[in-house]
């Protein structure tokens, strides 16, 4: 586990299998009693590592993938319709 926010980073688990699960890439492990469960393949090391975060050297915690889709996410929210006329604006 390599996600330094996940509770069981630094753990090592049984590799089972590497594969696309629901539009995503998964890893599947089982535990130390036999257990299976699967993660993004992004919190292992079974993927390289992202080539903007090995650049950035812990320099910025944003992905190049993350900021592509955040400003997706803003040109979306400023195509959509204006606020409804009928209702008033609260302001400080």
Do not use: K, Y
């Not at 036999?34 to 079974?46: C, E, K, N, Q, Y």
């Not at 390289?48 to 592509?68: H, K, N, Q, W, Y």
Request: with cysteine.
């Amino acid at each position: 586990m390599t996600h330094r926010f996940h509770p069981l980073f630094g753990r090592e688990f049984e590799f089972v299998e590497h594969r696309l699960n629901w539009g995503e890439d998964r890893v599947s492990m089982r535990d130390q009693d036999g257990r299976l469960f699967s993660l993004p393949a992004g919190w292992t090391d079974v993927v390289a590592p992202d080539p903007f975060v090995v650049i950035a050297e812990g320099r910025c915690p944003f992905t190049m993938s993350a900021l592509l889709e955040l400003a997706s996410l803003i040109d979306r929210v400023r195509t959509q319709p204006g606020p409804d006329p009928a209702v008033n604006p609260i302001t400080p």
